[in-house]
């Protein structure tokens, strides 16, 4: 069975302390895995897809890396309003379900 | 693109009642999916359509929800006899390829 872990479950940072969220799965077959955003009582916000190992994707202050056993999201500089938590998700055929991971809640304190 | 709509936002019921959520996806998107969200938890799949059809329905999805898709536009899902275990935050996604855009959700309590 597909198996996604994140971690740490919770990350606390001060302002402008880099820092990287790890995401390592388990799955038959990957065919893209993704990156969320997701603010308390909202919807998880796209960030990132990446499809083969050693392909990298930037936004602004985050980069997310692929490995054939893991993913990690690179965030530089972080600012308190990237407080959030991530999530990842993996998707084992084309258009398919994702199965996701439980979650980073990041902090970033000022 | 005026992305993934769902009503309602909130719903309080009794354990017992049925209760119905609609999403509207994103217009060109061919694809809808379901997904249920616990607190401290990742997105949980329910279901997926492509357009009309209903492709996949997860085992751990109950005979008490049912999920349709007329005309492959919008889709509702309903839960019936609603049990407090139900009280959740339920995600609608849409899709054209690949990633997979998320709506608000509709956040379900069951008292």
């Known amino acids: 069975e597909d198996q996604v872990t994140q971690s740490p479950e919770a990350l606390r940072l001060q302002e402008g302390e880099s820092s990287s969220l790890n995401c390592s799965y388990t799955?038959?077959?990957?065919?893209?895995l993704f990156w969320y955003r997701q603010d308390p009582g909202k919807g998880p916000e796209f960030l990132f897809t990446?499809?083969?190992a050693g392909e990298e994707k930037e936004k602004e202050r985050l980069k997310a890396t692929l490995t054939k056993k893991e993913s990690f999201l690179h965030i530089t500089a972080p600012k308190p309003e990237d407080s959030a938590t991530y999530l990842c998700?993996?998707?084992?055929?084309?258009?398919?379900?994702?199965?996701f991971g439980d979650g980073t809640t990041l902090t970033v304190k000022p | 693109d005026t992305g993934v709509s769902q009503d309602p936002r909130h719903k309080i019921t009794k354990r017992g009642q049925n209760v119905t959520f609609r999403c509207d996806p994103i217009?060109?998107?061919?694809?809808l999916y379901w997904y249920r969200q616990t607190l401290g938890q990742g997105p949980e799949f329910l279901t997926y359509?492509?357009?009309?059809?209903?492709?996949?329905k997860s085992r751990l999805l109950s005979d008490r929800f049912s999920a349709e898709r007329p005309k492959g536009s919008f889709s509702t899902l309903e839960i019936q006899r609603t049990e407090q275990g139900d009280s959740a935050m339920y995600l609608c996604?849409?899709?054209?390829?690949?990633?997979?855009?998320f709506g608000p959700g509709t956040r379900l309590t069951v008292l």
């Open positions: 359509f492509q357009n009309e059809a209903q492709l996949e």
């Open positions: 217009s060109e998107h061919n694809r």
């Open positions: 990446l499809y083969s």
């Open positions: 996604a849409s899709s054209s390829v690949d990633t997979q855009y």
């Open positions: 799955v038959s077959g990957l065919r893209g």
């Open positions: 998700a993996v998707q084992i055929s084309r258009a398919g379900k994702s199965t």
